[in-house]
C-alpha cells in the first residue's frame, strides 16, 4: 500500500508538470512535418506548376488579370472573353466586332476596359447577364494608345492616337453610370502603351512623343498637368506606384548608345529635376513598378543597327545611391524587346516575356554576379501577370497557327522557396517556417513518465519489505 506523503509526491509532480506546460513555449525550427492544411509547408525549391490552359483558336490581343486573382480578361480579333481563375472555361464573352490593342481590369475584377484599333472604348462589369452588354462604349476619336483603370474601379483612362491625341478620364463612380469628366489634348502626339493610374485613381500619368505627364484628379482643373517634363529623346514605358507618390519612365534614342530611365516622385521635386536618371545605351521599352514603391523593373529595347540586345533593369528606388541597377540580364543576340513584365507588391520576383524569339521568364530579386533566371517557357509571349505575392501567374502566348491553334493562356501556381499555403516567409528568406511549439508537449510525457518510474519504485521497496 503507498503510503500517505508518496501519494503527495505524486500529486506534486502532475502539478508541477501541467504548470511548466504552460509557463514555458519553446520555439524550435518546424520542418516540413507541418500537418495543418491552413500553414503553409515551405517548399525545398522553387517550381512553375500548370493549372490549367485555355488554347486560343484565332489571332489573340491583350490579357490582363485583376489583382485578387478572381478574374482574367483576354481580347482577340473581334471578341472579350472574361475567365475565373479557377478554371480555363469563359464565364461571358462579348463581339466587340474589332481587334482591341489594350484591356484593363479592376483590382476586385469587378469593372473590365477594352480599347480597339478603330477608336472605340468599351467597359464592361464582370456580372453574367445574357445578352452580355458593355455599360460604356465611347469613341475617343482616333486608334487607342493605351487604357487604364484605377484599383478601385472609380476612374477610367484613355488615351487616343492620331489625329486625336488626346486622354480622356471617365468617372465610373456615378450611379447612373460612367460619365466623361475631363479630356486633355496632347499636341504633341501621345506614346503607345504610356499610361498609368494610381489605385483611387488621384493621380494618372502618360507618355507623350517627347513628355512625360502628370495630372491630379483632386485639383480644382485636373485636366492642367501637375508637371510635364520634356525629355530629349522619346519616352518609352511608364508606371506609377498605387499611392501615386513615384512615377517611372524610360527615354531613349534608337540605334545610339544614349538612353535612360528616371524616377520622378508627384511633385516632380521643386528643382524641377528627376530624383535620379540611370544611363542606358538604347530606347526603352516596357517599366513596372512594386506595390511598396521600393523596386522597379524596366526594359531596354533591341537594336540590331548596331546591335543591342534586349535587357532587362531592376533597380532600387531607395537606399543610398539607389539609382545604381541592382542586376541586369541581357538577351540572347538579336532577341526582340521584352514586350511584357510584372512585379509583385514586395518587389521579390520579376516575371517578363519577349515575342518574336519567345521566352517567358521568372526572375528573384537578389543580386548575383550572372544573373539567371528561376524559370523560363517556350512561346510567343504577349503579356504575362504575376499575382501580387508571386504565388500564381497567368502566361498569354500567340503562336501565330500552329496546328491550327494560335496560342494559348495558361495559369499557373508558382511555388517559392518560402511559399506553399498562402503565408509570407520569414525574413530570412529560410526555407524553414518558425513555429511556436509549448514545451508542455515535452513536459507531459516527462512528468507521466516520472510518476510511473516512481511507482515502480514504491512497488518494488514494497515487496522488499
Known sequence: MIKKNTKSIIILTILLGLTLSTLFPLSIQAISSVTDPDEPIPSQSFSVVELWKYNITSDSHKMVMSADLSSIALTNDTHILFFNSSSNSTLWTYDMGYGSSHVDISADGEYIIAGLWNGT???????????????????????TRDVAISGNGDYIAATSGTPNNTLYLFNNSN???????????????????????????EYITMLGYFEVYLFNNSYADPKTPVWMNTTTYSAGGIDISPDGDYIVAGEGNPGSDEGYIHLFDNTYSTTKQAIWSYPTNCDMGKAAISANGNYVAVSKNSDNSPVINSTLYYLSTTGSNPKTS????????????????????????IAAGTGGVPTAYMFNSDASASKQPLWTAIGNVVDIQ????????CLHRNNFGTDGIYGNLTFYQVNLP??????????????????????????????????AALTILIKRKVSNT
Do not use: H
Not at 513536459?443 to 510518476?451: A, K, N, S
Open 386 to 393: 504575376l499575382s501580387l505575392d508571386g504565388r500564381y501567374m
Open 175 to 201: 450611379p447612373s453610370g460612367p460619365v466623361l469628366t475631363w479630356k486633355y489634348n496632347a499636341s504633341n502626339g501621345l506614346d503607345y502603351d504610356g499610361l498609368a493610374i494610381s489605385a483611387t485613381g
Open 418 to 451: 518560402s511559399y506553399n499555403g498562402g503565408e509570407k516567409d520569414d525574413d530570412d528568406d529560410d526555407e524553414t517556417q518558425v513555429g511556436l511549439i509549448p514545451m508542455g508537449y515535452y513536459f507531459l510525457p516527462i512528468t507521466l513518465f516520472g510518476i
Open 326 to 349: 541592382l542586376w541586369e540580364y541581357e538577351c540572347k543576340t538579336n532577341s526582340p524587346e521584352f514586350r511584357t513584365i510584372s512585379i509583385t507588391a514586395d518587389g521579390k520576383y
Open 121 to 143: 472604348i468599351y467597359l464592361f462589369n464582370k456580372s453574367v447577364t445574357v445578352p452580355k452588354k458593355p455599360i460604356l462604349k465611347y469613341d475617343i476619336g482616333g486608334p
